[in-house]
T-cell receptor
Framework: DTAVSQTPKYLVTQMGNDKSIKCEQN?????MYWYKQDSKKFLKIMFS???????INETVPNRFSPKSPDKAHLNLHINSLELGDSAVYFC???????????FGEGSRLTVL | QQQVKQSPQSLIVQKGGISIINCAYE??????FPWYQQFPGKGPALLIA?????SEKKEGRFTISFNKSAKQFSLHIMDSQPGDSATYFC???????????FGTGTRLKVLA
């Protein structure tokens, strides 16, 4: 009964490849997010979707494309992976009224 | 204006001691200030949060002190335990904006 689940937990891939990370929440929240945490532990928002509509799109390269098929799912596809994309990517969800963010366990991406 | 400055970067405390982490912000539109706790290999989890209409909030051994005029807030962990060893993030957001600004994190180590 995991609240925010993301898969896979680990990805190791070569530069230039394309990869996807999937996220699902069973909390009934209306807003979902992707955050990137680098090696220094800095947490930066990348995207946010509210009711399947993109509402935040930070200065992220367009090689990153989020997709929200429904309110409970937010996937992240990354094209032409670069070394600098290596990080832990966290999916999160929230209900606007409460403000609390619920995070998944993260997906560690390593680009070789 | 959008930054949240967090200090110290790392902190070592003896078991039973008090851990204090400080955050400062500039944007007076922020109206929700959560603290998140992150253990290695896990996603951040909400620890405690405060809104600016109160100056202090206590939950068990964890207390947030909030100084609206100074635009500062801090987390106090009383009777610190080795199990509290984690990275702590302060954050700030404005209700309805969906955008959380995170501090840079504090790695706390509590010595047994």
């Amino acid at each position: 009964d995991t609240a925010v689940s993301q898969t896979p937990k680990y990805l190791v891939t070569q530069m230039g490849n394309d990869k996807s990370i999937k996220c699902e929440q069973n909390l009934g929240h209306d807003t979902m997010y992707w955050y990137k945490q680098d090696s220094k532990k800095f947490l930066k928002i990348m995207f946010s979707y509210n009711n399947k509509e993109l509402i935040i799109n930070e200065t992220v390269p367009n090689r990153f494309s989020p997709k929200s098929p429904d309110k409970a799912h937010l996937n992240l596809h990354i094209n032409s992976l670069e070394l600098g994309d290596s990080a832990v990517y966290f999916c999160a969800s929230s209900r606007l009224s409460t403000g609390e963010l619920f995070f998944g366990e993260g997906s560690r991406l390593t680009v070789l | 204006q959008q930054q949240v400055k967090q200090s110290p970067q790392s902190l070592i405390v003896q078991k039973g001691g008090i851990s204090i982490i400080n955050c400062a912000y500039e944007n007076t539109a922020f109206d929700y200030f959560p603290w998140y706790q992150q253990f290695p290999g896990k996603g951040p989890a909400l620890l405690i949060a405060i809104r600016p209409d109160v100056s202090e909030k206590k939950e068990g051994r964890f207390t947030i002190s909030f100084n609206k005029s100074a635009k500062q807030f801090s987390l106090h962990i009383m009777d610190s335990q080795p199990g509290d060893s984690a990275t702590y993030f302060c954050a700030a957001t404005t209700s309805g904006t969906y955008k959380y600004i995170f501090g840079t994190g504090t790695r706390l180590k509590v010595l047994a």
